[in-house]
């Protein structure tokens, strides 16, 4: 089972919107709606930013939201500032033998 | 609030095993959750290692699951990871997670603790 497939980096400038993309398959990201994002620091430990798809931990602004169609989910980060700078991962469950997935990652910088 | 601490030898040979406990404060590890170990080679990305349940319920990943053995000690809440027959490519930050279930979300996890293997 490869690993969901995310671009290696993205940018933007402080106030812009990016997105991110996450595409997996009909075994994982298009049969269930497990999908959890995490944002990562250097050094850092990850930490949740979404889960089941569109959902956001308390804590979490609500610049972030999360959204999924078909085998692709996708997050999104509006008004982005300094501290977004990050790398970020998909999650999918993918059923009872493969149970969970990660994405490649995905770099942010802040212009 | 929860908090989790890996602990654990920093170095380990080519072909032995990898010990880690995880140590669980601020709750019990009998409240229902899924706890779990995820790792990340030096540079790279995350990688699933494995999930179990207060009650023994385990879940793990089918590239590790043969090397992989995980269990809970609810009197001390804490939980273990060993991973036999370790090689470099075993070499990552090893963390600690709790997840609620077909890690729909791993809410809480450890700082991470780096584990080489090298001879």
């Known amino acids: 089972q490869s690993a969901l497939t995310q671009p290696r980096s993205v940018s933007g400038s402080p106030g812009q919107s990016v997105t991110i993309s996450c595409t997996g398959t009909s075994s994982d990201v298009g049969s269930y709606n497990f999908v959890s994002w995490y944002q990562q620091h250097p050094g850092k430990a990850p930490k949740l930013m979404i889960y089941d798809v569109s959902e956001r931990p308390s804590g979490v602004p609500d610049r972030f939201s999360g959204s999924k169609s078909g085998n692709a989910a996708s997050l999104t980060i509006s008004g982005l500032q300094d501290d977004d700078e990050a790398d970020y991962y998909c999650c999918s469950y993918a059923g009872g033998y493969i149970h969970v997935i990660f994405g490649g990652g995905t770099k942010l910088t802040v212009l | 609030q929860l908090q989790l601490q890996e602990s654990g030898p920093g170095l380990v040979k080519p072909s032995e095993t990898l010990s880690l406990t995880c140590t669980v404060s601020g709750g019990s590890i009998s409240s229902g959750y899924y706890w779990g170990w995820v790792r990340q080679p030096p540079g790279k990305g995350l990688e699933w290692i494995a999930s179990?349940?207060?009650?023994?319920?385990?879940y793990y990943n089918p590239s590790l699951r043969s090397r992989v053995t995980k269990s809970v000690d609810t009197s001390k809440n804490q939980f273990f990871l060993r991973l036999t027959s370790v090689t470099a490519a075993d070499s990552a930050v090893y963390y600690c997670?709790?997840?609620?279930?077909?890690?729909?979300?791993?809410?809480?996890w450890g700082q991470g603790t780096l584990v080489t293997v090298s001879s």
């Open positions: 997670t709790r997840d609620t279930g077909f890690v729909r979300k791993i809410d809480y």
């Open positions: 179990i349940s207060y009650s023994g319920t385990t």
